[in-house]
C-alpha cells in the first residue's frame, strides 16, 4: 500500500516484552559471558560497550569470528535443539550485557507472530554481518582487519553524525582481535594517526575517514 512504512525491528519494544525475565549484568574488560562448550540456553544482548566471539580449534589455535556492539543479540544458536555454546564470548571493553533465557524468547516467538518475523529478519541480518567478518579474516590484510575493527568498535554504520567515535582498548587487545602482532597494530595505529584517520594519544579517537580509506585502499 503506497505510503505505508516498513516495520523494522526494535530491540526496545522486545526487552519490554521480555520484562523482568532478563537480567542485566556489569563486565569488566576481558571478563568471560560464555565459554565454548558451555551449555547453550539464553541469548544476550549488548547494551553498552562491545563483546567479542572467539572459536578454538582443538589444536589450540584461536579466531575471532565477530564483534558486537551496542544494539546486537547474541548466542541465537540456543534457539534450536538443546546444545553447547560453539564459540566463547568475551566483553572487549566494559559493558552492560542483558541475558534472556531462552524460554522467555521461545514464548514471545510462539505468542507474536509478526514480532517472530521481525526477531528472524533482524538476526539474519546480524548473522550476514558474522559472515563478513569471517571474510574480512580470510581475505583482507592486516592493515585493513584493523581498520575494519575500529570502525566497528566505534559504531560507524550507527551513528547519523560524522563526529569522532571515542573508543577505550589497548593495542594488545586490538591485535588479538585482528589476528596479528601487538608491534604491527602499532605501527598501522601511527600510519593511520598521521593519515588524520585517527588521534590516539592516551585515549583513541575514530574519524569518519577511516571508512574512506578502507573502502579506497
Known amino acids: 500500500m503506497p505510503g505505508k512504512r516498513a516495520l523494522t525491528f526494535n530491540p526496545g519494544t522486545f526487552l519490554k516484552k521480555i520484562g523482568q525475565r532478563s537480567t542485566s549484568r556489569e563486565y569488566r574488560n576481558k571478563e568471560l559471558i560464555f ?16 563483546v567479542k566471539l572467539t572459536v578454538l580449534s582443538k589444536h589450540g589455535k584461536k579466531a575471532v569470528i565477530a564483534i558486537f556492539r551496542q544494539g546486537d543479540f547474541f548466542g ?54 558474522t559472515e563478513e567478518d569471517l571474510l574480512d579474516q580470510l581475505l583482507n590484510s592486516s592493515e585493513k582487519r584493523l581498520a575494519r575493527t575500529l570502525l566497528l568498535l566505534a559504531g560507524f554504520g550507527t ?28 605501527f598501522f595505529m601511527n600510519r593511520f594517526r598521521k593519515m588524520g584517520l585517527i588521534d590516539y594519544n592516551g585515549s583513541l579517537h575514530v574519524h569518519w575517514a577511516l571508512l574512506n580509506f578502507l573502502l579506497h585502499e
Open 35 to 50: 565459554a565454548q562448550g558451555e551449555a547453550a540456553d539464553a541469548m544476550f544482548y549488548v547494551e553498552a560497550g562491545n
Open 76 to 129: 541465537e544458536g540456543c534457539l534450536g535443539a538443546p546444545s553447547l555454546c560453539m564459540s566463547t564470548a568475551t566483553a572487549v571493553r566494559p559493558s552492560t550485557i542483558i541475558r534472556v533465557e531462552k524460554i522467555a524468547i521461545i514464548g514471545i516467538i510462539h505468542d507474536d507472530p509478526l514480532f517472530a518475523r521481525l526477531f528472524i529478519a533482524h538476526l539474519i541480518s546480524r548473522v550476514t554481518r
Open 159 to 186: 551513528q547519523s553524525k560524522p563526529h569522532p567515535a571515542a573508543l577505550k582498548v589497548s593495542q594488545g587487545t586490538l591485535a588479538e582481535m585482528v589476528g596479528t602482532t601487538r608491534s604491527r597494530v602499532s
